[in-house]
């Protein structure tokens, strides 16, 4: 059985004895929770992947505390990073560094690099520092399916299999945190997030973005796999397809299918007694709840009709990616 408990002196003994002794433990970040091991230790590491069925070619994210001298780990630390680190640390932000290869090699599946975050969330930082170690850590869900911005997720997914949960309450921030490879004359976006290209931008003049294109929506048929996803079948609109998106909401209908429109504030009125779940007003609302609405629709949705909201730019990147990731190919899962 898995134990859900509130973040206090006995629960973090209790989570460094598990961690101390090769196991996991999932803790609330701003961003999602996280399924952390001790990083020096490959057999815990390991296990992260086991657990969750992650592919081992898919590195983990090493997560410190505020005063974690990160110099230990990782080398070459160019100036830009040290301006972004000073700005939007401890935040969202992941960077990428040059790896002193301290940690186990299966954090980064080999890679001579190594991902660094330093959390916000208080809790989080609760947790590291009481353990004062590197702690790899994903996003604690069975790997593919919607990340997880509660407690109540983690154990949704992971009940049973893991000993441990932190519950920290619901994450604000709700997307996982921005990617960024500081091994570079300027740093590069390698998964966009809350913090955006064009923050990054304004603190440091330059910001290469590497795969995403703005806006995006991935509906090619190449593509593999869906990730972030519902358990039900899913189709994304773009907002201009609205007529499209609400024509087949009342086809499925007709059929009897139990149908659900995923949209924004905007969208949502002009759906009249369609049901829908509504992912808010600002980019920040949806980036915080779309996780959640996700899961919350998957139980007794068997479609899920997601409509892209009339916004681009800044987190909603992020917000775009995840909602394409999660929904943008219907037929696959
Ligand atoms: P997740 O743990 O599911 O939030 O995913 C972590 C993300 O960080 C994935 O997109 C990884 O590919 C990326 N990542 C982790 N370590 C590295 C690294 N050393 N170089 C590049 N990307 C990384
Ligand atoms: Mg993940």
Known sequence: ???????????????????????????????????????????????????????????????????????????????????LAKKFLPGPLTMVYKSRGKVSSAVSCGMDTLAIRIPSHEGAQKFLKYLDLPIAAPSANISKHVSPTSARHVYADLNGKI??????????GGIESTV????????????????????IKETVGECGEYVFKEGGIARSPGMKYRHYSPRCKSVLYEYAEIEKAVALYDAEREKG????????DKTAEFLGSRRFLSLGKTPEDMAANLYSKLRECENDTELLIAIAPDMRGGIMVGVMNRLSKACGNSNEN
Do not use: W
């Open 1 to 83: 059985m898995t134990r859900i408990l509130k973040i206090d002196s006995e629960s973090l003994k209790e989570a460094q004895k598990i961690i101390t002794s090769g196991g996991v433990v999932a803790f609330p970040t701003e961003t999602v929770y996280g399924l952390g091991a001790n990083a020096f230790d490959t057999s815990a590491v390991n296990s992260i992947f086991e657990i969750k069925g992650r592919p081992n070619d898919n590195p983990l994210i090493v997560h410190v505390h505020r005063d974690y001298d990160i110099s230990e780990l990782v080398y070459d630390i160019p100036d830009y990073a040290v301006t």
């Open 163 to 172: 000993d441990l949960i932190l519950d920290g309450g619901p994450c604000y």
């Open 180 to 199: 960024l490879d500081c091994t570079s004359d300027i740093p590069v976006i390698l998964r966009s997030g809350l913090i955006s290209q064009e923050m």
């Open 257 to 264: 299918t139990k149908v659900c429109i995923l949209c924004d």
